[in-house]
């Protein structure tokens, strides 16, 4: 009489455990690249009374184009000679390139972040009409076909030829 082999079962051994999600990303040098720009340009738009004095739409003709490092003088809001110097030079119409290269991080931090959220709104709401109605579906579907039809600066040059130059023009051209 020959006895049954009866499988032998082992209890499963404890799996490594996988690096979180965080240090997947930090170990790749892309993501750790781009999110330290990211952060640096956060700060310096949240900083940026901080890290210049100068008001960023303060023309000076008499201060155009000079190179990076040339001291430009202003007058401040009492008439008091104000010495400074432009560290990325001026433009055309005498303005302090790096002060509004610093402001400007603000504007477009906060049209990205306005952007992202709205269409992170939109797209949730119309993707869960979408999915609960089907025949939403092909409409949906139709009318975003003729929309990726329209170059996008085409569409964001319409927009704001129709409404005027604003940011919340730029927002929604983007």
């Not at 960023?56 to 007058?75: F, Q, V």
Request: proline share 5%; hydrophobic share 55%; net charge positive.
């Amino acid at each position: 009489m020959s006895a049954l082999a009866t499988p032998v079962i082992e209890a499963p051994a404890v799996a490594a455990t996988k690096p979180g999600v965080l240090r997947r990303l930090l170990k790749n040098t892309s993501v750790l690249i781009g999110g330290v720009l990211v952060l640096a340009i956060m700060l310096m738009g949240l900083l940026a009374p901080v890290l210049t004095s100068a008001d960023p739409a303060a023309i000076n003709p008499s201060n155009r184009n000079k190179l990076p490092g040339y001291e430009t003088t202003t007058r401040d809001d009492e008439g008091n000679k104000v010495t400074s110097k432009a560290v990325m030079g001026t433009d055309s119409l005498g303005r302090d390139i790096y002060t509004r290269v610093v402001y400007g991080a603000r504007v477009s931090l906060v049209v990205g972040l306005t952007v992202a959220a709205i269409s992170v709104a939109i797209g949730l709401f119309i993707g869960l009409l979408a999915g609960y109605f089907r025949w939403l579906d092909s409409v949906v579907m139709r009318v975003m076909d003729g929309l990726m039809a329209i170059p996008a600066i085409l569409l964001a040059i319409a927009l704001v030829s129709l409404s005027g130059a604003s940011l919340l023009t730029v927002i929604l051209a983007v």
